[in-house]
C-alpha cells in the first residue's frame, strides 16, 4: 500500500447511498475501505468527470492517494481546474483491466477489471501546501527523483493547480477469475490476462548522463506496483 499505512490499520466500510451502489452485478462492489485504498493505489492514471456550460467533460489526471483524499495534479489553465475554486462536484475513476474472459457466448463474456469511482466536491490544495502535495504526485510516479532535480519555481507552481477530494463517498468493484456459466463441448472457453510492463529507459537525444537512480528504482518499483507477470 501506498503511504505507509499497515493493512491491519486500514479498517471500516464504504457507505453505500444511492450514488454509490453498484445495481449491475452488485455482488462484485466490495465495501472495505482497504478494497478502495488497494483500487487507488495500483492506478495511475484517474479519469476525472464534472459538468461544463458546454456539457460534461472527462479529463485524465495524474493522482495520490494522500491519506483518506485524493490528490489530482492539472494546470490552472485546465477546465476542471478553472471552475474549482470554490469547490467542484466530481465524479473521478480509476480502472485496471486485468483480463479478457471469454465465455461460451458473446453475451456472457466479459472483461476481469479492479474498478473504483470517488464521488465528491473536490477543493484546490491552498497556496501554502501546493509544494508539498505536488511532491506527493511526483514521488508516487517517479520516486526519489525529487532528490534529482531541482524545486518546482514560484512560476510553476502559480501554473500549477492540485485538487483534493476526500474519499468518502465512494464505489468499488472488481471482477475475476474464469467465465461465469458452465464450459459447453467443442467452445474454447477461459481468460486472456492483461498485464501492463515497465520498458527499458530511452535516453534523450544528447543527453550523457548515465540513467539515474531513481530511474532504475522506478523500474523495479513500478513493475511491482503494476502487477507484472500477476495471475
Given at each position: 500500500?501506498?503511504?505507509?499505512?499497515?493493512?491491519?490499520?486500514?479498517?471500516?466500510?464504504?457507505?453505500?447511498?444511492?450514488?454509490?451502489?453498484?445495481?449491475?452485478?452488485?455482488?462484485?462492489?466490495?465495501?472495505?475501505?482497504?478494497?478502495?485504498?488497494?483500487?487507488?493505489?495500483?492506478?495511475?492514471?484517474?479519469?476525472?468527470?464534472?459538468?461544463?456550460?458546454?456539457?460534461?467533460?472527462?479529463i485524465p489526471m495524474a493522482y495520490a492517494r494522500d491519506g483518506d483524499s485524493l490528490l489530482?495534479?492539472?494546470?490552472?489553465?485546465?477546465?476542471?481546474?478553472?471552475?474549482?475554486?470554490?469547490?467542484?462536484?466530481?465524479?473521478?475513476?480509476?480502472?485496471?483491466?486485468?483480463?479478457?474472459?471469454?465465455?461460451?457466448?458473446?453475451?456472457?463474456?466479459?472483461?476481469?477489471y479492479r474498478c473504483a469511482t470517488v464521488f465528491g466536491r473536490a477543493e484546490p490544495v491552498?497556496?501554502?501546501?501546493?509544494?508539498?502535495?505536488?511532491?506527493?504526485?511526483?514521488?508516487?510516479?517517479?520516486?526519489?527523483?525529487?532528490?534529482?532535480?531541482?524545486?518546482?519555481?514560484?512560476?510553476?507552481?502559480?501554473?500549477?493547480?492540485?485538487?483534493?477530494?476526500?474519499?468518502?463517498?465512494?464505489?468499488?468493484?472488481?471482477?475475476?477469475?474464469?467465465?461465469?456459466?458452465?464450459?459447453?463441448?467443442?467452445?474454447?472457453?477461459?481468460?486472456?490476462?492483461?498485464?501492463?510492463?515497465?520498458?527499458?529507459?530511452?535516453?534523450?537525444?544528447?543527453?550523457?548522463?548515465?540513467?539515474?537512480?531513481?530511474?532504475?528504482?522506478?523500474?523495479?518499483?513500478?513493475?511491482?506496483?503494476?502487477?507484472?507477470?500477476?495471475?
Amino acid at each position: 500500500m501506498s503511504n505507509g499505512e499497515p493493512r491491519s490499520a486500514v479498517t471500516g466500510t464504504l457507505p453505500i447511498d444511492d450514488r454509490t451502489k453498484v445495481h449491475r452485478y452488485h455482488w462484485l462492489q466490495l465495501t472495505e475501505r482497504s478494497d478502495l485504498y488497494d483500487v487507488l493505489d495500483a492506478g495511475l492514471v484517474a479519469h476525472v468527470g464534472f459538468v461544463t456550460d458546454a456539457g460534461p467533460m472527462v479529463i485524465p489526471m495524474a493522482y495520490a492517494r494522500d491519506g483518506d483524499s485524493l490528490l489530482m495534479h492539472g494546470s490552472t489553465a485546465a477546465g476542471v481546474n478553472r471552475g474549482a475554486g470554490a469547490g467542484l462536484d466530481l465524479a473521478v475513476t480509476i480502472t485496471i483491466l486485468d483480463g479478457l474472459v471469454y465465455a461460451a457466448s458473446l453475451y456472457d463474456s466479459t472483461l476481469n477489471y479492479r474498478c473504483a469511482t470517488v464521488f465528491g466536491r473536490a477543493e484546490p490544495v491552498p497556496d501554502a501546501q501546493k509544494e508539498t502535495a505536488v511532491r506527493l504526485i511526483s514521488e508516487r510516479l517517479m520516486p526519489g527523483r525529487w532528490a534529482e532535480v531541482r524545486p518546482p519555481t514560484k512560476k510553476e507552481l502559480a501554473a500549477t493547480r492540485v485538487l483534493r477530494l476526500s474519499l468518502e463517498s465512494a464505489s468499488v468493484k472488481v471482477r475475476s477469475g474464469p467465465p461465469s456459466d458452465e464450459p459447453e463441448p467443442g467452445v474454447w472457453t477461459g481468460e486472456l490476462p492483461l498485464h501492463t510492463s515497465v520498458g527499458v529507459p530511452i535516453r534523450q537525444a544528447g543527453v550523457t548522463a548515465e540513467v539515474p537512480e531513481s530511474v532504475s528504482a522506478a523500474q523495479v518499483h513500478l513493475a511491482g506496483h503494476l502487477g507484472e507477470g500477476r495471475e
